[in-house]
């Protein structure tokens, strides 16, 4: 049988006549043990660099035999898992995806076989965007139990990894996601165990295995349709077609009425196959997209920085050409998350906007939606987000008539939260790690770039003209400045309306402390201890530099946060917050820290209420001193 190909790409996609992992020739346990070192696993996905030389920015497409037996590990334990919760007598399906990292189909042909091994019946789609393998796992009808996702998400192309998920299109639970990883671990240093699943897998009929690789032009027809389908519902925010199609027709005409083009610099990633352009084009808007071939990296993976750059070109080019061209957006590698950049007619150029600014316009798009329409369940309107977004949300959100709430950093606690306090009766719009940028807009449970244009798109082309609420509008009225409003605005006059708050941003590399390993509980409380004696030192100063009269401290750990002020080791390995209030007792300011899940660093902040970057420097010194002598090296 000979090698598939991808018809749309090209691509290999297997050898079903090959096997990728030979029983007979079972890595040793020393290079298992090797492989599983480098080996990192949390709630937010399991990963290692996989390319077979060892490279973090490698573009080969060969695994190493011990990185192939872990996949296999990895594989086997959720299909247990899958099948541990299915009804007596049935194969639960499975959706199966990759990024388009090149180590890809290598790790997906490991587990294909194994899956089918395990009883499990495997959809593979090949190449497929984050967002879009879990709307299609959620989608009602689509008979799939779960999904088994490959990537490494931002990381270099050497790397990869896996998240899972059930058939609610969410990624594992912490709780869940732990249980599983101890499963791994024991399986994976079990030589008998092992075995017994790599000669399982050998054994597969070679042509299920080409019944599968063949199928992957259908199963991505499948999550396409589901995808957009999907994408509609959420941005209309109604669960009625016809009414999908009303809201959707009415801001389609009002991008007729002010043309809006948007650039997709896609930087080679999955949504290079995704829905992006025809979605756009849906809503009204003018796309234009850029490096939409997958594995076309033309710059780093991660989308921050000198990696916007492009993009800004790009708009830049575009507006040259045609004026309507005012937003560009550049995805990870498995297009969950996407950074803008927009245009600024104060400049007469593109800028890349910070993380909390993309969060801050998308959550004063939705909200103002709301309360404009007659806010669906107003009154009770809450916005879930982790604990190092800045508190202009907090002001944004008191504005517009809804409360925040606070998780630990995580995507998964966030949305864990939003599920919490949706049972509690709450009506959650919209949630998302502000220090990240992006959001996730229910009903989606993953942040989606796709989500977070059309909160920008929203914002800019509903002008009150026709078609609902315009949600700049009632944001100026909210704040008592309706008398500025005028229908003319541009990008740049809705990010001047922002409250003013000055934070540091969390991709700085003076965000980060390299530390040791130790009791991070312990390194709490001494920084407690100094924390302390500093503020009665110099309350005086701070109260007149920045309004500071009184703080707390609050200790985030999972889905929630809780007063810890009168212990700081109540925080453990989560996050701390030093919340400051001025006179009035309102948020002026808070520190913030905590200790990375994957590498042996300290993530600080400090978030100042006030254009004041002379005054969060010093925040972030004072807070870094303050660590370091509690003990960091």
């Not at 890595?27 to 709630?43: F, H, N, Y």
């Not at 299109?169 to 399986?187: I, K």
């Not at 299920?208 to 994408?231: D, G, I, N, P």
């Amino acid at each position: 049988m000979a090698l598939i190909l991808h018809p749309s790409t090209g691509f290999p996609v297997g050898d079903p006549s090959l096997r990728p992992l030979d029983p007979s020739r079972e890595p040793s346990d020393a290079d298992l043990e090797a492989a599983l070192g480098s080996l990192i696993l949390s709630a937010s996905g399991w990963r290692k660099v996989f390319a077979g030389d060892g490279e973090e920015e490698s573009l080969t497409p060969a695994v190493r035999p011990a990185d192939l037996c872990l996949a296999a590990c990895m594989a086997r334990v959720f299909a247990e898992r899958l099948a541990d919760a299915a009804s007596p007598g049935t194969a639960p399906a499975l959706a199966l995806g990759i990024d388009s990292r090149p180590t890809g189909p290598a790790l997906a042909d490991v587990m294909v076989r194994v899956f089918l091994a395990s009883g499990i019946v495997p959809k593979y789609a090949f190449i497929i965007a984050a967002p879009e393998i879990m709307a299609w796992t959620r989608a009602e009808g689509s008979g799939l139990s779960g999904f088994c996702y490959i990537s490494a998400s931002h990381n270099p192309p050497g790397h990869n990894g896996v998240k899972f998920g059930f058939a609610d299109g969410g990624v594992l639970p912490a709780s869940e996601a732990d249980a599983l990883a101890g499963r791994f671990r024991t399986l994976a240093r079990d030589q008998a165990a092992r075995r017994s699943v790599l000669e399982a897998a050998s054994k597969v009929d070679e042509r299920a295995v080409a019944r599968v690789f063949s199928a992957c032009s259908a199963e991505k027809r499948s999550a396409v349709s589901a995808y957009t389908l999907f994408a509609r519902r959420t941005a209309a925010d109604r669960e009625d077609l016809d009414e999908q199609e009303r809201v959707l027709d009415d801001l389609a005409r009002a991008c007729e009425s002010r043309p809006l083009g948007i650039v997709a610099e896609m930087n080679g990633s999955a949504r290079s196959l995704s829905i992006d352009a025809d979605y756009l084009s849906m809503l009204g808007a003018r796309p234009r997209l850029v490096n939409a071939r997958p594995r076309a990296f033309a710059h780093r993976i991660v989308p921050e920085g000198a990696s916007l750059d492009l993009c800004r070109k790009e708009l830049e080019a575009a507006r040259a050409q045609d004026p309507a061209f005012v937003l560009g957006y550049v995805p990870d590698c498995d297009g969950d998350r996407g950074n803008l950049v927009r245009w600024s007619d104060a400049s007469g150029g593109a800028e890349a906007l910070e993380a909390q600014e993309v969060f801050s316009l998308a959550v004063l798009s939705e909200l103002a939606l709301l309360r404009g329409a007659g806010g669906e369940g107003s009154g009770k309107v809450a916005v879930a987000v982790n604990d190092a977004t800045s508190l202009r949300i907090d002001e944004i959100a008191r504005t517009l008539g809804a409360e925040v709430f606070r998780a630990e950093t995580g995507e998964a606690n966030v949305v864990n939260l939003a599920r919490a306090l949706r049972a509690e009766g709450w009506t959650v719009r919209i949630l998302g790690e502000g220090s990240n940028g992006g959001n996730i807009t229910h009903p989606a449970a993953v942040r989606d770039p796709l989500n977070t244009v059309t909160a920008l798109v929203k914002l800019l082309a509903l002008r009150g003209t026709g078609g609902g609420p315009a949600p700049f509008r009632v944001w100026m009225e909210a704040s008592g400045r309706g008398g500025e409003y005028s229908p003319d605005f541009t990008l740049d006059d809705v990010l001047s309306s922002l409250p003013a708050w000055t934070t540091t941003s969390v991709f700085e590399e003076r965000a980060l402390l390299r530390i040791s390993a130790g009791d991070p509980a312990e390194l709490k409380r001494r920084f407690q201890a100094r924390f302390r004696e500093d503020w009665e030192a110099r309350r005086g100063e701070f109260a007149r530099s920045f309004g500071f009269v009184s703080w707390e401290a609050r200790a985030s750990a999972g889905s929630g946060e809780r007063d810890a002020t009168g212990d700081f080791g109540a925080a453990g390995r989560g996050g701390l917050r030093i919340l400051f209030r001025d006179g009035k007792g309102l948020p002026a300011g808070f520190l913030w820290m905590r200790g990375s899940g994957t590498e042996p660093v300290l993530r600080i902040m400090a978030d100042l209420r006030g254009r004041d970057p002379e005054g969060e420097t010093r925040l972030l010194e004072w807070l870094k001193e303050m660590v370091k002598d509690s003990g960091v090296r």
